[in-house]
């Protein structure tokens, strides 16, 4: 019986010879560049020598986290991680949902696809490019910014050197990059709302605010939620862009997050084995957080992020 | 009622006025960027150039443009983004065509550990290492195979090919037409909204890319258009070029922004139809498949 199955299910499998014939790139793809690093990741347990490679290099255990538990450059980076993705989800969130709903109110078809046009637009534009028109823009001596508030009689601001200000031109530089784009999964959702309950609702005379707070936001609840949750389990990651290109020596103390860390002792310092652990310990981090955050989803009654 | 009428319009003046704030706030840097990029030494030093050029001069543009390295790197990022496009196109698609297929298989095991891969991935230095190790390191095939299928991509390809109607392939499989017959002449014709969209997506990110130059590529001459752009506009690689100016003074920023403002061109040149096809791949990509 079994082996009439095992021998049906070749059968099977020989009618689709072309398919997999086509699958073999793709899963050669995957294989080499995907499952063969996380072989690799053995090496955060190892001692790794240049010489003796990822297979030969001697165990050492839990060495190299010790290591680099011990490292305050470790905690500090994990700090920051947490703080440039606090404050940017706590300005970008809210101001993404008031957008979309600003958005949704414009019934001039033209005027709100020339706006969404240049909404969008900073989306497509490469971090290199943002980081080089922002350090331009907030510079101390030439910055147009700092030469208005100095006309208006505020002092210049060190937009880039000092760490508080640092946090705010890179959340700036983020909402600016990103608002118009986030706004297009909000609008998505207003559209669907069913157009009789506004019907009603004006015949009984609510106001444009009470459809707001009684119609509208309910409507997109599910969503808001599914989007805060999304974000929220993303909160040990950070593209490694941002903080890279716009950070500098003087803001180090807040700019220097995980993947920037991992980035100069990897890279810059070619501490394999150690930068290897931190990337680890992150994607741990990571799924446990993601797999909370899909619980508490569905405990709430939404659906699941995974 | 009439005052009603009266305050829902006063509500709806702020709402455009906040919006046409809004869109100005995103227009000015690229505004900002125009004006630095045409503006003579003074008002830029001084900090005066806001939206709009004081003392024109297209002097920087003049200098950027004569300088070979530029136009090195654009057109090896040309060609990344032609090659690392079409391959990535390639593998999506017979990705996502092998594994829409219903009855294959062991299809759920490969969808398995494609999916496993958002989730959990080596890392910067064991795929650095496995890039290395494959003799990729300091050549422009790093800059595309190693990242050539996006697993979101792909989920959104299958997503589409799944919802074409079985009947049609059926009918064409029934007539005797092999799997890549079907692929070529009746799922890809069909799909030419969505191939263009990631294909795009694609495209635009490996335009934009910078990281996997910056670690993998050692060669000046094998720079690409956002790694210079980063030398040129947070290294001192301009130091040099401002003294050979003859008798005309341009300031490095004019430099830097005449640099920022030909290396986003091409992406400007595009945008009606990245932004008409990227919505729309958005929309598709939160239709989970």
Not at chain 1, 186 to 201: H, M
Not at chain 1, 204 to 228: C, E, H, N, W
């Given at each position: 019986m079994g082996t009439k199955r095992v021998g049906g299910t070749l059968r099977k499998a020989w009618n689709y010879k072309w398919i997999y014939v086509m699958l073999i790139p793709v899963m050669a793809y995957f294989i080499i560049f995907r499952y063969i690093p996380m072989y690799g990741i053995t090496i955060a347990f190892k001692d790794y020598n240049i010489f003796q490679g990822v297979f030969a290099s001697p165990w050492v255990g839990v060495k190299v986290f010790r290591k680099i538990f011990a490292n305050k450059n470790f905690w500090s980076a994990i700090k920051n991680t947490f703080v440039l993705n606090l404050c940017a989800l706590a300005v970008s969130f809210p101001l993404t949902i008031i957008v979309s709903l600003m958005l949704n109110e414009i019934a001039g078809v033209k005027f709100k696809k020339l706006t969404q046009s240049i909404l969008?637009?900073?989306?497509?534009?490469?971090?290199?490019?943002?980081?080089?028109?922002?350090?331009?823009?907030?510079?101390?001596?030439?910055?147009?910014?700092?030469?208005?508030?100095?006309?208006?009689?505020?002092?210049?601001?060190?937009?880039?050197?000092?760490?508080?200000?640092?946090?705010?031109?890179?959340?700036?530089?983020?909402?600016?990059?990103?608002?118009?784009?986030?706004?297009?999964?909000?609008?998505?959702?207003?559209?669907?709302?069913?157009?009789?309950?506004?019907?009603?609702?004006?015949?009984?005379?609510?106001?444009?605010?009470?459809?707001?707070?009684?119609?509208?936001?309910?409507?997109?609840?599910?969503?808001?939620?599914?989007?805060?949750?999304?974000?929220?389990?993303?909160?040990?990651?950070?593209?490694?862009?941002?903080?890279?290109?716009?950070?500098?020596?003087?803001?180090?103390?807040?700019?220097?997050?995980?993947?920037?860390?991992?980035?100069?002792?990897?890279?810059?310092k070619a501490q394999y084995s150690q930068s290897t652990a931190i990337g680890l310990f992150q994607s741990v981090v990571n799924i446990v957080i993601l797999l909370a955050a899909d619980r508490f989803a569905k405990a709430i009654g939404e659906d699941g992020i995974i | 009622m009439k005052a009603k009428t009266l305050k829902f319009s006063a509500g709806m003046?702020?709402?455009?006025?906040?919006?046409?704030?809004?869109?100005?706030?995103?227009?000015?840097?690229?505004?900002?960027?125009?004006?630095?990029?045409?503006?003579?030494?003074?008002?830029?030093?001084?900090?005066?150039?806001?939206?709009?050029?004081?003392?024109?001069?297209?002097?920087?543009?003049?200098?950027?443009?004569?300088?070979?390295?530029?136009?090195?790197?654009?057109?090896?990022?040309?060609?990344?983004?032609?090659?690392?496009?079409?391959?990535?196109?390639?593998?999506?698609?017979?990705?996502?065509?092998?594994?829409?297929?219903?009855?294959?298989?062991?299809?759920?095991?490969?969808?398995?550990?494609?999916?496993?891969?958002?989730?959990?991935?080596?890392?910067?230095?064991?795929?650095?290492?496995?890039?290395?190790?494959?003799?990729?390191?300091?050549?422009?095939?790093?800059?595309?195979?190693?990242?050539?299928?996006?697993?979101?991509?792909?989920?959104?390809?299958?997503?589409?090919?799944?919802?074409l109607p079985d009947s049609l392939t059926d009918a064409a499989r029934i007539d005797g037409a092999s799997y890549m017959t079907v692929l070529v002449r009746i799922v890809l014709p069909l799909s030419i909204a969505v191939i263009a969209t990631i294909g795009l997506f694609y495209a635009v990110g490996y335009w934009n890319s910078y990281f996997d130059a910056l670690i993998y590529i050692q060669d000046d001459a094998k720079f690409t258009l956002q790694l210079r752009l980063r030398s040129l506009l947070f290294g001192n690689e301009l130091g040099s070029a401002a003294d050979d100016v003859g008798g005309t003074v341009v300031m490095p920023q004019s430099l830097k922004m005449a640099t920022v403002a030909v290396s986003t061109l091409p992406i400007l040149v595009v945008y009606p139809w990245l932004q008409k096809y990227f919505v729309k791949g958005v929309m598709l990509g939160s239709v989970k498949g």
């Open positions: 969008y637009l900073p989306h497509f534009i490469s971090w290199v490019v943002v980081a080089g028109i922002a350090t331009n823009m907030f510079a101390m001596q030439e910055g147009s910014i700092n030469a208005v508030l100095q006309r208006l009689g505020v002092g210049p601001v060190p937009f880039l050197s000092s760490n508080g200000w640092w946090i705010f031109t890179y959340v700036v530089s983020n909402v600016w990059k990103e608002i118009g784009w986030g706004t297009i999964i909000y609008l998505a959702a207003l559209t669907g709302v069913d157009e009789t309950l506004y019907e009603a609702s004006y015949l009984d005379g609510a106001s444009k605010f009470q459809r707001l707070i009684y119609i509208t936001l309910p409507s997109i609840k599910s969503i808001i939620v599914t989007m805060l949750i999304l974000n929220i389990s993303k909160m040990m990651s950070i593209g490694l862009d941002a903080p890279l290109l716009l950070g500098n020596a003087k803001v180090m103390g807040v700019s220097e997050v995980i993947s920037t860390y991992t980035y100069r002792i990897g890279i810059e | 003046f702020i709402i455009y006025i906040l919006i046409t704030i809004l869109a100005f706030a995103c227009l000015y840097p690229f505004l900002n960027v125009l004006a630095c990029s045409l503006s003579g030494y003074n008002p830029v030093l001084s900090g005066k150039v806001t939206f709009y050029p004081i003392d024109f001069t297209i002097e920087a543009y003049k200098m950027i443009l004569g300088r070979k390295t530029i136009w090195t790197a654009m057109w090896t990022t040309i060609e990344i983004t032609l090659m690392g496009t079409a391959l990535s196109l390639l593998l999506t698609i017979l990705a996502a065509y092998a594994l829409s297929i219903r009855d294959l298989p062991g299809r759920k095991v490969m969808t398995g550990l494609i999916l496993f891969t958002m989730y959990f991935g080596g890392g910067m230095i064991p795929t650095f290492l496995v890039v290395k190790g494959v003799g990729l390191y300091n050549t422009l095939g790093a800059l595309f195979i190693p990242q050539s299928i996006s697993v979101f991509n792909f989920i959104v390809m299958r997503t589409f090919f799944r919802e």
